[in-house]
Each structure stands twice: as structure tokens, then as C-alpha cells.
């Protein structure tokens, strides 16, 4: 039994990573003074989509269609990677976390082709920015990586969060602190939330995810939004499993209980941070990354030392 | 040996039969292109006994016409790796070219051309054989000789004659680097048997260990064409005709590398400065040649510059190899080294497929601009496919076989990081920032140019582009084929892997390390399971539409449904926002330049290319400098054929009272 507890804990994440983005619209509605979307919305959304038909532009080809299912896939391997709090991931191998990393731009290669495969200038426009940032955020995440590898002794994303347990927090604690604000950051960068892109705005000309998904429909944009929604999820568990309390030695409900209650703080944050800041200037963003990028290379000094 | 020799017979009779075919290129190619073939099949058989097995052979040929001439040959585990792909992609293009230039307009070069094809393959597989000194120098000037022949095929064009005129030049300098290295060990060792390392000072000599181990970096690197010795890559290759340019992106810049390593096995793992020089050219290479490409508007061109970015990748693996056997970090150097080369061998197959999709969409559309291109996926779909597979590989997606490599270098480098106080922490974190940083910009480029060219609406009003060929066509599919075996196949490399890695570093003990089969196994699994996944998943698609309305529509582009295909996204928009990030790396172009029409802006003048402005200044000063001062020698080119027969007599005469005095 012991041994289907990382298998349980996926399936947590399969079902609880859409409850994120209720958790973030609720924080926002919170702030606003609305009372916001039920929690479940998303999985209203994904469960109205995928029993709907499909419209495709008469430009699309074969990629628009593939694009969706590949991306999700990827993301979905790459979840098989993530430890759970107390509990080992159900894969891991040395290296892994290049792989986690690489199968997260393996999606974005097919999303990326999916919007150009449109034709429309707009799907362009936010495959171009997208592309743009991710140059800088993906550096920033691994340097990141490297940091917690130097810091836990270990080249496997299971040994950096589940192995090394607690014990990563004595080699230097005010450093892993930066960690997991730089660890933040590209959440928010690849995740396309506020400073780096607001998802509520209504103005093509402005978005970089949601233009991506314009010309997507039925299944396929029920898929894009899952994938979306794992993603938030795995890039939140490398902090969230960084900070997760080892010393409580809790049993496989409690952990579980713990976990999902990191996460959801990670979304509330992203809720009250979105409803405090503005987005930043598209020509700010990559100043802002490199700042993050400086940063870990720091902490990298320190921890490694 | 028999088969060797048969083959550079194969080689050099149907070359020389080409030549005199020169006014039936359809007879020339048709002789030619199944001999290069058969050729290089033959020649597979012994390189893939020494690849599976791990036995060296070496044999002599001696010939008595050039007055009992010796020529030596060795076929060890470091010459069957690079044989491998070198054979199997010279007769992929071979049969690619078959297709290519059987529609030349200008058919009266096709037989000349077919003779430097052949002699180009002939003199790479002697390069990677070549024992003995004299012999490697000779087929290394070949192989200089008969690509720059092919380079300038099209030498009515200006630009054409340029890049040849520069290729040259180039490959020049660092072959007479490489003649002074070789003179040297000629002169400390005896004459057969020639990469033997008694002959190299050794550790302890100083400036002269180092003199010839920078000159050898230097002349290899020109050929290798990692950023300082870049120059001539992104002219030349686009120049060539499409197979030509497969061959010598995929082949021939990697026998830089491979007389890198033989020279770091001679010197017993080379020098800690060499690891870093290395490692340093390879980040530059990486960053700044991703950097370049995106201003190319030649599908080719940014092809070349991605081929210096992964040769800048395996230089890094390359580099932290030799700084980690330096700093004992056995594991290190093994990973690192594991994932040059299997990146170098995966290389070739991707990067062969691309410039062959690409020069099957620049002949079938006429034009190589991909902003004047644009949704030939439907029209041309072997082509794209093919492309979209090479781009997937080069944007290192790990489905793919551009993974590996690069996941093997990566290891190498988060394993370094764990050796506290060995010094390996500085070049490790650069590693790792320099992979990912040129990584995420070739998955940039890449989408970008691929989906410009391939996908959307068609640009201009072109007919409809057909596929060319479809030799070209079966050419494209087994390249195809080849990357994605390589995606599982990785870990049955690792047995031929580990043989040239020992090759290199002899000192370090390959067996100690945990297998390199069990690292790379799970990537392999991985790429299983996605592929069946995404099946699954495009199956579970099919299924939920099944009963469903599919309906077609237009593209949304704000409600407005008129939109014309001129205003579709450009790759120079896609990648303004790169490029306008990256300023201080590139001198900008002055706005005033462009004339504004109503809506459209119009012609520009002024340039638009921007490269890599301070070492261009710097390398076209001192070529200004040399042709000055040596412009007081010029009355000894006198242009008249007697006077150079003279010039050899008498140097010969010198020669010979020098022997006798």
C-alpha cells in the first residue's frame, strides 16, 4: 500500500489542480468586493467543453489539432516527477528535473505552433512575447534548480524535495528564502499571471496565454485549460515542496492535506498579488527576470559553497 | 580494409567519370549518386564492426608508384563514432542531391559538382582514418578544397563568390596552424603511427605545450566554427547547394572537433585552460549565434547559425570535460563528454534533415525569405513534416533525439556542482546557464521560423508549391526515420559512446562509473510513453467528436474577416521583441530609414542585418592591416605561368643544396 501512496498523490493533483484558478478568482473577487465564481468554476468550464463539438479556422492545419493533446501529455509526464510533500514522486531518475524543465517547453513548442498555424497576427503577437519571456524565465528555473541541487547534494528533483527532507533548510536558511521567491517569480512568469500578463484583460492586443487560446474550442480548449492548470501546479510544488514542514512526519491524509494547503496559499498569494499590482510594461518584463536570474546566481554562490 | 579501400575506389573512379560527363548531368548524377551510396554501404560494414565490437584495426597501404609511399590507417572506437554518422548522412544526401540537382537550370556544373561531392566524401572518410601526419594534412586540405569547389557551384552570383573567397581564406589560416602542430611532432616522434603522444611535450615543457595547444584549438576551431572562428559558417553554408550544406553542417565542421579530441588524447586529457577556453567559446557560441539568427531572413542562414549554437554545445561538454578530468572529477568528465558526443552524433541527423527540408522549400517555392512564405504545410507535406520534425529536435524537445545530448550535459554539470571545493562550480553553473539560456533561444527561433514558413496563409502569390523531387522526398523521410530511432535508440549507443570517451581519456576509468545505458534508459521510456499518450489522447479526441458537429470557419482576427494573408504575423515581428531585448548585442537599424506608404510601411534602405559588429570591425581591420604591409611582395605575383614553375624550381633547388651541404 505504501507503495501507491506517490500514485495517490498524482491523482490528488489531477483533480485538485484546477481548484487553483477558483482559489485565485475567489482571492481576486475577495479584494474586489465581488462575491467571484464558485471555487469549481474551471472544472464547470473543462466538464461544458468537452461535450461540445468543435470549430476549426479553415487555416489550421494539422498542428492546431495535435497541439492541445500533446501539450497536455507533456505536462501530465511531467507531474509524474514532482514529489508530494513526505511522499516520494512515482518517478525519478538522475536528471530528472531537466526533463521536467525541457517537457514544460515541449509544450510551449506545441502551443507556440498551434498559434502560428492561425495565420492571425494577434495569436502571432502573443507567440512572439511568449516566446520572449520564456527565454528568460526558463534560464531563471533552472539556475534555481541548480541552487537547490548545490544546497541538498542531490541531481534529482525527488532528492532535492523528498530526500534531503527538512535538512535542506540547514545549510542556509535566509538563502533558500531567496530560492523560493525567485521559485515564485517564474511561477508567475510561465504561468502568465500578473506582473508578467494579466489574464482578466479583454484587449487582444495586450494578452500572451489567452490570445494563444483564442482560436481553440470544445475538448481542445478543455484540454489547453487542464494542461494550464497542471502547470500551475507542478511549477507551485517546487516551493511549495521546499517549504513543506518534513519535521511534523505526517500520515498520508494529513500530507496530503498540507501539500494542497501550500499550493492554495501559493494561489491566494497570486490572487492578492493580482489585485495589488498592475502589469508590468511588456519591455519590463525581461529586466525583471534577469533581476530574478541575478538573484539565484547568488544564492547559488552561497549555497554551493 | 578491403571494403575501405573499395569504397574510396568507388569514390574516386565514379568522380573522375563525372568529370568527363560533364555535358549529361543526368548520366553523371545517376552514375554518381548510387556509387557514393554504395559506397559508403561498403564502408559501414567494417566502421560498424569497430563501433559494436570495440576492436581497432589499422592497416598500411603502400605504394610503389609514389616511390614506396606508406599511408597508415587507423580505425579505433573514436573514428568509427564520428564514421557512423558521417557514412549514413553522405549517402542520405548523396541520394538527396541525385534529386536536387537533376533540375538545375544551369546543368553544365552538374558533373563537376558530382566530382567534388565524391571527393569530398572520400577525403572525410580518409580524414577520420588517417593515421600518419602527412596523410591527414593532405586529406584534410581536400576535404577544404573539394567543399570550397562546392561551396561557389553558383559562382555567377557575387555574394556566392565571396563566401567561397572567404570559406577559404578561413579554412587556410587554420590549416597552417595546423601544419606547424604537425611539423613539430614530426620532428619530436618518428613518422609512422602518427597520433601517438610520446611526440607532444608534455606537461612539464611550458610555453611550448602551450603555444601548440592553442594552435591546434585554433586550426581545428576554424573548422569546427565555434565563436571566434564563426565567420565563414553563415556565409558559406547557405551558399551551397542544399545537400552540400547538409553534408558539411552535419559532417565535415565536426572533424574540428574530432581533431580536438584526438589532440587532448595525445596530451593526456589536454590542460584546465583548455576546458575553459572551451567552455567559454561554447557559451558564446551558443548564446550569440541564436542571437544572429534571429535577424536572418534566409531559411539556411539561420540554419548555419544553429549549427554553430550546437557546436557551441558540444564545445561546452567538450570543456567541462577536460576542466572536470582536470580537477578529478571522474564522473563529470564522462557525463560531459557522453553528452558532446552524443549530441555531435544526433547533430548530424537533425541538422542534415533541416537543411534538406529547407532547400526541398526553397526550391519548390522559389524563394528562401520566410517572410515571403508562409502555409506550405498543406501543399508540401513530406517537406514540412520533415522540418517540423528537424525543429522539434533542435529545439531539443525530449521526444526527440536533440534531447539526450544536451540531458547528458546537463547531468554532467548538476553532478559538478555536488563536488564541493574542486573548482568544477564555476564552469558547471555557466554550463548550465549557458545551455538553458541557448536552448530557450533555439526553441524561440525555431517556432518562429517554422511556423512562419510552414504554417499559416501563403504570403505571396505564388503557384502552388509541389513537393520537387521525390528522391529528395525519400532522402527526407529516412533522415526523419533516423531521429526518431535515435529518440529510443540512445541507450544503445552508450557501448560506442563509452569507447571514445576511453579513447580520449584514456586515464579515466570508463568502468568505475555507473553505466551510461541506465542514465539514458529512462529518457527512452519517457519518449515511449508520451508518444503512446498522445495517441491515446488524439484517439480520445477522435472519439468524443465522433457523434459531434465539426464545423469550419475563419480565423478570429477581432471580428474583422477580411484579413489579408499580407498582414499575418512576419518572422521579423515574431521576433522583435528578442531582438529589441537584445539591442546592446545588435547596432540598430535608424528608423528613418524606412518610407511609410498609407497603411504599409514600404521599401527601406539601409542595412538590416546585424551581426556581431565589434569582432567584424576588429577581424576586417586587420585583414586592411596585412594587405597594406604586405603589399611590397606583391611584384613576385606576377600572374604569368612560367614564372611560378620557376618559383618551385628554385625553391626546390634551394631545397636540395640544403640537404647536400
Redesign the interface.
Known amino acids: 500500500m505504501n507503495n501507491l501512496y506517490p500514485l495517490f498523490n498524482v491523482i490528488i493533483a489531477l483533480a485538485a489542480a484546477p481548484l487553483m484558478f477558483g482559489v485565485i478568482n475567489r482571492i481576486k473577487a475577495f479584494f474586489a468586493g465581488r462575491k467571484g465564481p464558485p471555487l469549481l468554476q474551471l472544472y464547470f468550464d473543462i466538464w461544458k467543453l468537452l461535450r461540445k463539438g468543435a470549430v476549426y479556422s479553415r487555416t489550421t492545419g494539422i498542428f492546431f489539432r495535435l497541439a492541445p493533446s500533446a501539450g497536455l501529455i507533456a505536462v501530465l509526464t511531467a507531474l509524474l516527477f514532482i514529489p508530494c510533500g513526505a511522499y516520494p514522486a512515482v518517478l525519478f531518475f538522475p536528471g530528472d528535473m531537466v526533463l521536467v524543465v525541457y517537457l514544460l517547453g515541449a509544450q510551449r513548442f506545441c502551443m507556440l505552433l498551434a498559434a502560428l498555424d492561425t495565420g492571425s497576427s494577434f495569436e502571432g503577437m502573443g507567440a512572439g512575447r511568449d516566446a520572449h519571456f520564456s527565454v528568460f524565465s526558463e534560464a531563471v528555473l533552472f539556475l534555481c534548480l541548480a541552487a537547490m541541487s548545490a544546497a541538498s547534494g542531490s541531481v534529482s528533483l525527488n532528492g532535492m524535495l523528498f530526500t534531503a527532507g527538512g535538512r535542506i533548510w540547514q545549510v542556509s536558511p535566509p538563502v533558500l528564502v531567496v530560492v523560493v521567491f525567485v521559485l515564485y517569480i517564474v511561477l508567475l512568469a510561465e504561468n502568465y499571471r500578473v506582473p508578467f500578463d494579466d489574464p482578466n484583460t479583454h484587449l487582444e492586443l495586450t494578452m500572451i496565454h489567452e490570445v494563444m487560446a483564442l482560436d481553440h474550442g470544445g475538448p481542445d480548449l478543455a484540454m489547453l485549460e487542464y494542461a494550464a492548470a497542471l502547470k500551475f501546479w507542478i511549477l507551485a510544488s517546487l516551493p511549495a515542496g521546499l517549504l513543506f514542514p518534513h519535521g511534523m512526519k505526517p500520515d498520508f491524509f494529513g500530507n496530503a492535506a498540507l501539500f494542497l494547503g501550500l499550493i492554495a496559499l501559493t494561489a491566494a498569494l497570486t490572487g492578492a498579488l493580482e489585485s495589488c499590482a498592475a502589469r508590468l510594461r511588456l519591455v519590463k518584463v525581461p529586466q525583471m527576470l534577469t533581476a530574478a536570474a541575478a538573484l539565484s546566481v547568488v544564492a547559488l554562490i552561497f549555497l554551493a559553497k | 580494409m578491403v571494403f575501405i579501400a573499395a569504397a574510396l575506389l568507388l569514390f574516386l573512379l565514379s568522380g573522375l567519370c563525372a568529370l568527363f560527363l560533364n555535358n549529361r548531368p543526368a548520366t553523371a548524377a545517376a552514375l554518381c549518386a548510387p556509387a557514393c551510396i554504395a559506397g559508403c554501404l561498403a564502408a559501414l560494414f567494417p566502421v560498424f564492426a569497430v563501433f559494436f565490437s570495440g576492436q581497432e584495426m589499422s592497416f598500411d597501404l603502400l605504394w610503389p608508384a609514389a616511390g614506396g609511399l606508406r599511408v597508415f590507417f587507423t580505425l579505433d572506437r573514436l573514428s568509427a563514432f564520428f564514421l557512423v554518422p558521417m557514412l549514413l548522412l553522405s549517402a542520405l544526401t548523396a541520394l538527396y542531391g541525385w534529386g536536387y540537382l537533376r533540375r538545375e537550370r544551369n546543368s553544365e556544373s552538374c558533373g563537376r559538382q558530382w566530382f567534388f561531392f565524391n571527393m569530398l566524401v572520400a577525403s572525410m572518410l580518409s580524414v577520420f582514418l588517417a593515421a600518419d601526419g602527412l596523410f591527414f594534412l593532405f586529406c584534410w586540405e581536400m576535404m577544404a578544397l573539394s567543399s570550397f569547389f562546392l561551396v561557389v557551384s553558383r559562382d555567377e552570383e557575387e555574394s556566392v563568390r565571396r563566401a567561397g573567397f572567404i570559406y577559404l581564406a578561413a579554412s587556410h589560416a587554420g590549416t597552417a596552424a595546423l601544419f606547424v602542430v604537425f611539423a613539430f611532432l614530426a620532428a619530436a616522434g618518428n613518422s609512422g603511427g602518427f597520433w601517438n603522444s610520446a611526440a607532444f611535450p608534455g606537461p612539464g615543457t611550458g610555453v611550448l605545450r602551450v603555444l601548440l595547444l592553442s594552435l591546434g584549438i585554433f586550426g581545428f576551431g576554424m573548422k569546427a566554427g565555434f565563436i571566434p572562428f564563426h565567420f565563414w559558417l553563415p556565409r558559406a553554408h547557405p551558399a551551397a547547394p542544399s545537400h552540400v550544406s547538409a553534408l558539411m553542417s552535419g559532417v565535415m565542421i565536426k572533424a574540428g572537433i574530432y581533431g580536438i579530441l584526438r589532440m587532448f588524447s595525445v596530451t593526456g586529457g589536454g590542460e584546465v585552460w583548455c576546458g575553459a577556453a572551451l567552455i567559454i567559446a561554447g557559451i558564446c557560441s551558443g548564446i550569440l549565434a541564436m542571437l544572429s539568427a534571429l535577424n536572418r531572413r534566409d531559411t539556411k542562414s539561420v540554419l548555419a547559425y544553429s549549427s554553430i549554437e550546437n557546436i557551441g554545445i558540444i564545445c561546452m561538454g567538450t570543456g567541462l570535460a577536460v576542466y572536470a578530468a582536470s580537477c578529478g572529477g571522474t564522473l563529470v568528465c564522462l557525463l560531459a563528454l557522453s553528452g558532446a558526443l552524443l549530441h555531435l552524433f544526433n547533430h548530424a541527423f537533425f541538422k542534415g534533415l533541416l537543411f534538406m527540408a529547407a532547400g526541398a522549400a526553397g526550391k519548390s517555392c522559389g524563394s528562401r525569405d520566410p517572410d515571403a512564405l508562409?502555409?506550405c504545410?498543406?501543399t508540401l507535406p513530406v517537406t514540412s513534416s520533415a522540418f517540423?520534425l528537424g525543429a522539434?529536435a533542435a529545439?531539443?524537445?525530449?521526444?526527440l533525439n536533440g534531447?539526450p545530448g544536451?540531458?547528458l550535459i546537463?547531468?554532467a554539470?548538476?553532478?559538478g556542482?555536488?563536488l564541493?571545493g574542486s573548482g568544477l562550480?564555476l564552469p558547471?553553473?555557466a554550463v548550465?546557464?549557458g545551455?538553458?539560456?541557448s536552448?530557450?533561444?533555439s526553441?524561440?527561433c525555431f517556432?518562429?521560423l517554422?511556423?512562419?514558413v510552414f504554417?499559416?496563409?501563403p504570403r505571396s502569390r505564388l503557384d502552388r508549391p509541389e513537393e520537387y523531387s521525390a528522391l529528395m522526398g525519400t532522402a527526407m523521410i529516412s533522415a526523419a526515420a533516423a531521429c526518431l530511432f535515435l529518440a529510443f535508440a540512445a541507450p544503445l549507443l552508450s557501448f560506442s559512446i563509452c569507447g571514445a570517451v576511453s579513447a580520449v581519456f584514456a586515464s579515466t576509468d570508463t568502468a568505475s562509473a555507473p553505466g551510461l545505458a541506465d542514465?539514458l534508459a529512462?529518457?527512452s521510456c519517457?519518449s515511449a510513453?508520451?508518444f503512446a499518450?498522445?495517441a491515446a489522447?488524439?484517439a480520445a479526441?477522435r472519439l468524443?467528436?465522433r457523434r459531434?458537429?465539426?464545423?469550419?470557419?475563419?480565423?478570429?482576427?477581432?471580428a474583422y474577416a477580411a484579413?489579408d494573408?499580407r498582414?499575418?504575423?512576419t518572422s521579423a515581428?515574431?521576433?522583435?521583441?528578442?531582438r529589441?531585448?537584445f539591442t546592446f548585442f545588435n547596432s540598430r537599424r535608424s528608423p528613418a530609414a524606412v518610407s511609410k506608404t498609407i497603411f504599409f510601411p514600404g521599401e527601406y534602405e539601409g542595412n538590416d542585418s546585424r551581426r556581431i559588429g565589434a569582432f567584424r570591425t576588429f577581424l576586417s581591420g586587420i585583414a586592411a592591416k596585412l594587405e597594406v604591409s604586405l603589399s611590397c611582395l606583391r611584384w613576385l605575383q606576377q600572374g604569368r605561368l612560367h614564372i611560378y614553375i620557376m618559383y618551385i624550381m628554385a625553391a626546390l633547388l634551394a631545397l636540395l643544396l640544403w640537404k647536400i651541404r
Do not use: D, H
Open positions: 508562409g502555409g504545410a498543406k517540423f522539434a529545439s531539443g524537445v525530449p521526444l534531447f544536451k540531458f546537463y547531468l554539470a548538476f553532478c556542482l555536488q564541493k562550480l558547471s553553473t548550465i546557464a545551455l538553458s539560456l536552448g530557450c533561444l526553441l524561440a517556432t518562429g517554422s511556423g512562419i504554417l499559416g496563409k542514465r529512462p529518457l519517457a510513453w508520451a499518450l498522445i489522447a488524439l479526441k468524443l467528436l459531434r458537429k465539426v464545423s469550419f470557419g475563419e480565423t478570429w482576427n477581432c484579413a494573408a498582414m499575418q504575423y515581428s515574431f521576433f522583435y521583441p528578442l529589441r531585448t
